[in-house]
């Protein structure tokens, strides 16, 4: 088994089950089922502390690498083929849904909206607009050699303390996560190799609880219950987020390394996937749940959602695949 690839995976599927999790509770509550307020409140500020933060220090760990194989350009073209492609189709597809059905779902969206994809992201897609950002920037900055994390540093501190309150082109994930992303890059080494120091599970668990504890703490104490990445508290929202970045590391390479729960390693490989459609796929088996069978206990629209959301993205993609369709999820060449 390779570790090194692999942790990363978990990784992705540990944080993906949080942002679907935590999506699909904000969904319900808004939507009127019946959750529990401050069980939302408190359960939604303290995933939202760090969940997106884990996804774009991932995302980080690999940037010089695939910089040194590919080049600037063909980095950058293969960039824009697997983010901003798959960013246009779902985009288009889950506005048109939310359209055609806007008296039942929680934004609303207008035709408008439709055409406005191209520069103000919809709904979860500002986190592909962001992420795309952030490879575009430090492909440039790459060009300063050895000053380029440096420079990358020095840039995602002053828009990390300075957030740029702009929701066009993902502006405002960009400016408030570059300093995540740029960590991926630079404790690169310091984290593939973490696998060396072999992390009891009694460690890791001390610190999954430190992590709920102190965000429990936060809202339960300090102050009212809040996403701290729109709200004035950075350090707060550093804090929570480092902890939890080093906490969900630590797992996956533990898992990783005694191949345990397997299943979150295929949800990391197919997180792009599920990214994209877990809002329409854990929206609809919401509404199915209401109309067709019923249901309204919380719990259970929960539960169900978010494995509806995890599984079926994967199904989508399987299918893709055995009808040779590759054009879902990627623009790539149809193999012959």
Request: aromatic fraction near 16%; glycine fraction near 8%.
């Amino acid at each position: 088994m390779n570790i090194r690839a692999n942790w990363v995976d978990y990784g992705k599927g540990i944080g993906i089950i949080l942002v679907v999790y935590a999506h699909l509770l904000s969904s319900a509550y808004h939507g009127g089922i019946q959750v529990p307020e401050y069980f939302f409140k408190l359960s939604d500020s303290i995933v939202y502390s760090f969940h997106m933060p884990l996804f774009f220090f991932l995302s980080g760990l690999f940037v010089e690498g695939s910089l040194n194989k590919r080049g600037v350009k063909n980095y950058l073209k293969d960039k824009f083929l697997r983010i901003f492609y798959p960013y246009i189709v779902w985009s288009i597809l889950q506005v048109s849904v939310e359209v055609m059905f806007s008296g039942q779902t929680q934004n609303g969206a207008t035709i408008s909206d439709l055409f406005a994809v191209i520069h103000q992201p919809w709904g979860q897609f500002w986190f592909l607009y962001a992420l795309l950002l952030m490879h575009i920037v430090y492909a440039i900055l790459s060009y300063l050699g050895k000053y380029a994390k440096v420079m990358a540093l020095l840039v995602a501190a002053l828009l990390f303390l300075n957030w740029l309150p702009i929701g066009a082109f993902g502006i405002f994930g960009f400016s408030a996560h570059f300093i995540f992303f740029t960590g991926g890059i630079i404790f690169r080494e310091q984290f593939m190799k973490a696998e060396k120091y072999a992390v009891p599970l009694w460690s890791i668990l001390l610190l999954a609880a430190v992590l709920i504890g102190s965000g429990y703490y936060l809202f339960s104490n300090l102050i009212s219950p809040i996403r701290l990445v729109s709200s004035p508290y950075l350090y707060h929202f550093l804090t929570l987020s480092i902890l939890g970045i080093i906490t969900c590391s630590l797992a996956a390479h533990y898992l990783a390394r005694h191949n345990l729960a397997p299943f979150l390693q295929t949800l990391g490989e197919y997180s792009l996937q599920i990214y994209l459609v877990h809002m329409l796929a854990g929206v609809g088996i919401r509404m199915a749940l209401l109309t067709i069978f019923g249901v309204e206990n919380w719990v259970i629209h929960i539960i169900v959602g978010t494995t509806f959301a995890l599984v079926s993205p994967i199904v989508l993609q399987k299918i893709s695949d055995r009808l040779n369709f590759p054009y879902l999820f990627e623009l790539k060449k149809r193999e012959a």
